[in-house]
């Protein structure tokens, strides 16, 4: 029985540790289907899910979803923790309870305490977050390996803990840059429509290629902190009608019609922000388990498909003709069966290809006031009405 218990508590322990270490340390995508991370998010996540899909769409829906992210985060720390706990009291208990109560008499010659397993979880407990009260004491030698083990892997453990939040803030502080960039440049929430219509003035258009290739750079830096973090992937931003889902899926709609209808330079550039969008879209559904499927209603109906070509051709920009249509449904089939699974599995909103209604966008609104969408300057908003201010 104390072989078994030891065996137990050894397999608990490498288990954790590896789990960590894959969690926190290794900076890759981990596809192994075991892991303890991952169960952790499974188990948690459809709760939380299942409550808040009952909840009527709004503000109050979203502050729920945004608590996720963070509180999962210490959850999971706090589940590591007392599993470690719990392990290494499983070897004070497999070593025989080999522990001596401060006060208690011990006869020469007598063998420790035989203090129970209460007593050894309580051992094993203040010694992982190195209290050092000194009320309980190892006295043979397996019980010393195992409380100065415990030690430095606690010390450790708090050390990593500590070290982890600030680069997972740094990257969550990264991606919400662009994000809160693209309020200005495509409405709030973001669609391609009111991308182009900011874009294809006169003054705008030969930056459109610098600002695809800062996205191109953005996609890159998404797909390497989200795989490497996917906890990421369930951290909302400051806006409600904003997400790293949305901002993604806009710009692959962008780079799809550049691709499909644009030439020159701009197209090229296209190219590349797309593929690695795509890329980015489809790793971070494999790895959260997103199985690809075809989105229930048609984000695109031909009807919006020839306003957004109305856009183009003024501009210069384009080529629109019939038989580059096929090239743009190509390329959709390529990225919105990620999206939709992704949009179901997160309970993030996918923005449609051109707004349903007049927006405001978020920088026009306060707490206090907000300004008219019809008095925005026309460079922002892609009007023709007169700049008020």
Same mark, same amino acid.
């Given at each position: ?9 050894? %397999? ?8 960590? @270490? ?11 289907? @075991?892991?303890? !991370?991952?169960?952790?998010?499974? *188990? ?10 009952? +909840? ?7 502050? /729920?979803?945004? @608590? ?10 706090? &589940?590591? !923790? ?30 420790? +305490? ?5 007593? #050894? ?14 009320? &309980? ?29 600030? $680069? ?10 662009? /994000? ?14 009111? %991308? ?8 705008? $258009?030969? !930056? ?6 800062? *996205? ?14 996917? &906890? ?26 550049? /691709? ?5 330079? =701009?197209? *090229? ?10 890329? !980015? ?15 229930? $209603? ?13 856009? =183009?051709?003024?501009?210069? /920009? ?15 089939? +390529? ?14 909103? &996918? ?16 707490? *206090? ?9 026309? #460079? ?8 008020? %201010?």
């Amino acid at each position: 029985m104390p072989a078994f218990l030891a065996f137990v508590g050894i %397999f608990l322990v490498v288990t954790i540790l590896w789990d960590i @270490f894959e969690t926190i340390i290794l900076p890759r995508r981990v596809t192994r289907r @075991f892991r303890l !991370a991952r169960l952790f998010y499974k *188990w948690t996540w459809t709760p939380w899910r299942a409550v808040a899909s009952r +909840m009527r769409m709004g503000a109050n829906r979203e502050a /729920i979803l945004s @608590f996720f992210g963070p509180l999962s985060l210490l959850l999971l720390f706090a &589940v590591w !923790a007392v599993g470690l706990i719990l392990s290494f009291a499983i070897l004070h208990f497999a070593a025989g309870s080999s522990l001596n109560l401060v006060g208690s008499t011990v006869a020469p010659g007598a063998s420790a +305490m035989q203090s129970g397993f209460w007593t #050894d979880l309580y051992m094993s407990g203040t010694t992982f977050f190195t209290l050092g009260l000194g009320d &309980v004491a190892p006295m043979s030698t397996m019980a010393r390996v195992v409380t100065v083990a415990e030690a430095g892997i606690g010390f450790g453990f708090l050390g990593l803990a500590i070290s982890y939040l600030p $680069v997972l803030y740094g990257a969550f502080s990264r991606r919400e840059v662009n /994000i809160s960039l693209l309020d200005a440049r495509a409405g709030s929430p973001p669609t391609a429509a009111e %991308f182009l219509k900011r874009h294809t003035q006169p003054q705008s $258009v030969e !930056a459109l290629a610098e600002y695809l290739r800062d *996205w191109e750079t953005w996609a890159a830096e998404l797909m390497e902190s989200h795989l490497s973090y996917p &906890v990421l992937c369930y951290f909302r931003s400051q806006h409600n009608n904003q997400s790293w889902l949305a901002a993604l899926t806009t710009i692959l709609d962008v780079s799809s019609l550049l /691709i499909a209808y644009g030439t020159g330079a =701009l197209r *090229w550039q296209a190219k590349l922000t797309f593929a690695i969008s795509r890329h !980015a879209i489809v790793d971070l559904a494999q790895v959260l388990k997103c199985p690809p499927r075809a989105p229930d $209603v048609e984000r695109l109906p031909a009807s919006e498909l020839e306003k957004l070509k109305g856009l =183009l051709v003024p501009a210069g /920009i384009a080529q629109c003709r019939a038989e580059n249509d096929q090239t743009l449904r190509d390329l959709r089939q +390529m990225y919105e069966p990620y999206i939709t699974t992704l949009s179901e599995r997160l309970l993030m909103h &996918v923005p449609a290809w051109t707004a349903e209604k007049k927006l405001t966008d978020n920088w026009q609104t306060s707490a *206090w006031a907000r300004i008219s969408a019809d008095m925005a300057p026309s #460079d922002l908003s892609g009007r023709d009405e007169k700049e008020h %201010f």
